[in-house]
């Protein structure tokens, strides 16, 4: 099972940036989906962005779209969450997690949470002035 270990998050103010790194204890990302997910108080963990190890093909959920960019650094088993423009209802915490990546699967259709089998343990963003 592949660890993953999460880091970058904390308090920001509207507006700001952060950017959330995840790295993998796997050798090689290239049979992985990465996902980012968030979930906040009170609500179900949800998919923000997912990129393929491989090739890069990415997914933003709506809520990501124009303001956050995920990537990877295959040399360094790492995958990146560029969080711009944040606003008070990106605030959650925020996990990496991988899954083996389905031959035929586009990876919007394996960006679910259920699809995903190991996960980091998470780290806080907090969007406040």
């Known amino acids: 099972q592949v660890q993953l270990v999460e880091s970058g998050g904390g308090l920001v103010q509207p507006g700001g940036s952060l950017r959330l790194s995840c790295a993998a204890s796997s050798p090689t990302l290239d049979s992985y989906v990465i996902g980012w997910f968030r979930q906040a108080p009170g609500k179900e963990r949800e998919a923000v962005s997912c990129?393929?190890?491989?090739?890069?093909?990415?997914y933003y959920a709506d809520s990501a779209k124009g303001r956050f960019t995920i990537s990877r650094d295959k040399a360094k088993n790492t995958v990146y969450l560029q969080m711009n423009s944040l606003k008070p209802e990106d605030t959650a915490v925020y996990y990496c997690a991988t899954t083996l990546r389905l031959s035929m699967a586009t990876v919007q259709a394996m960006c679910v949470v259920r699809r995903f089998g190991s996960w980091g343990q998470g780290t806080q963003v907090t969007v406040s002035s």
């Open positions: 990129i393929t190890g491989s090739d890069g093909s990415r």
